[in-house]
């Protein structure tokens, strides 16, 4: 006799816990390097000639970047509304720099 497929727990669960963790961890330690660097830009920015900067165009420090990083959770969160709204706003600014105070600008 075959069991029923169980929708509880899985002993999977905490290795998708644990890369989960792993994963925010590194894409938070990879945008905060580059952007608080002296490119001013991950890779993917300069291919594109962009540059995140603070609101007086001077370089971000890593504690910056790293409220940049996690504020895009929250423009993710609430639909991409977040980053829609930098169609509507002076200075091009998603929610995740207006929170950050940074700007991305062309090179």
Not at 22 to 30: E, F, P, R, T
Not at 58 to 83: C, E, M, N, P, W
Request: net charge positive.
């Amino acid at each position: 006799m075959s069991r029923p497929p169980s929708f509880g727990p899985s002993r999977h669960a905490p290795f998708v816990g644990i890369t989960v963790v792993i994963s925010v961890l590194l894409s938070w330690c990879y945008e905060a390097y580059f952007l608080s660097s002296n490119r001013q830009a991950t890779p993917g920015k300069m291919a594109l000639g962009l540059k995140v900067t603070n609101l007086n165009g001077q370089r971000i420090s890593f504690d910056q970047a790293t409220g940049r990083h996690f504020a895009k959770y929250l423009s993710r969160v609430i639909l991409l509304i977040g980053y829609i709204m930098a169609a509507f706003t002076e200075r091009k600014q998603a929610l995740h720099d207006v929170i950050a105070g940074t700007l991305v600008l062309r090179r």
